[in-house]
């Protein structure tokens, strides 16, 4: 099985059940949104890094009609959605 990162962060947080959580005020030194933007050009370039988890921003052009897949008597029940991204 393949191992992703999250972040490029060399720390990792695990929370549990005994994992208390509270509001973090607006700081300088914790960015509030961790996003790095990458075109799709650079996803698809020869030697691109996998290591990480990207996010795919985009927006909905369509939804298709649903769909039904059978095999090994499963059903699968499906939409094909297309996005639509702006690299600007």
């Given at each position: 099985?393949?191992?992703?990162?999250?972040?490029?962060?060399?720390?990792?947080?695990?929370?549990?059940?005994?994992?208390?959580?509270?509001?973090?005020?607006e700081?300088?030194?914790?960015?509030?949104?961790?996003?790095?933007?990458?075109?799709?050009?650079?996803?698809?370039?020869?030697?691109?890094?996998?290591?990480?988890?990207?996010?795919?921003?985009?927006?909905?052009?369509?939804?298709?009609?649903?769909?039904t897949?059978?095999?090994?008597?499963?059903?699968?029940?499906?939409?094909?959605?297309?996005?639509?991204?702006?690299?600007?």
């Open positions: 099985m393949d191992n992703f990162k999250t972040t490029h962060s060399e720390y990792v947080v695990n929370l549990n059940q005994h994992t208390y959580m509270h509001i973090l005020l700081s300088s030194s914790i960015p509030q949104y961790g996003f790095n933007f990458m075109s799709f050009d650079t996803l698809n370039a020869r030697g691109f890094n996998y290591t990480y988890l990207v996010d795919v921003i985009g927006y909905l052009v369509k939804i298709g009609s649903e769909i897949f059978e095999k090994d008597d499963k059903s699968i029940k499906y939409n094909i959605i297309e996005l639509e991204v702006d690299d600007g």
